[in-house]
């Protein structure tokens, strides 16, 4: 069952037919194989939504400006931090007559 989640997270939703006369080793081998890749493909999603999220509000910031070159080369971190400062609202600059 283990593996059948997996491999239907992955986009693969047929099982070899063969797998049933698999060793228990074989199965877990190919188990944490599969986990690996879901694990991949999660970051890989993760990442690629906060690199639209960073570019839409680049965007909206300023329309007629392109994305920086490395932003794609950023870490998922990176790009939060990135997002949040962008995110976040500009500080209101005291007015002249205040104190």
């Known amino acids: ?3 059948a989640a997996l491999s239907a997270q992955i986009g693969q939703p047929r ?3 063969s797998i049933a006369a698999w060793s228990a080793e074989k199965l877990e081998a190919h188990a944490a194989s599969l986990a690996a890749r879901v694990a991949a493909a999660r970051a890989r999603k993760e990442k690629e939504e906060l690199l639209g999220k960073v570019e839409a509000a680049l965007w909206r910031k300023d329309r007629s400006a392109e994305p920086p070159m ?3 080369t950023m870490s998922t971190s ?3 931090e990135v997002l949040a400062a962008l ?3 500009a500080a209101k600059a005291p007015k002249q007559g205040d104190p």
Do not use: Y
């Open 78 to 80: 990176e790009l939060r």
């Open 1 to 3: 069952r283990k593996v």
């Open 87 to 89: 995110e976040a609202p």
């Open 70 to 72: 490395g932003l794609s």
């Open 15 to 17: 099982l070899d037919m």
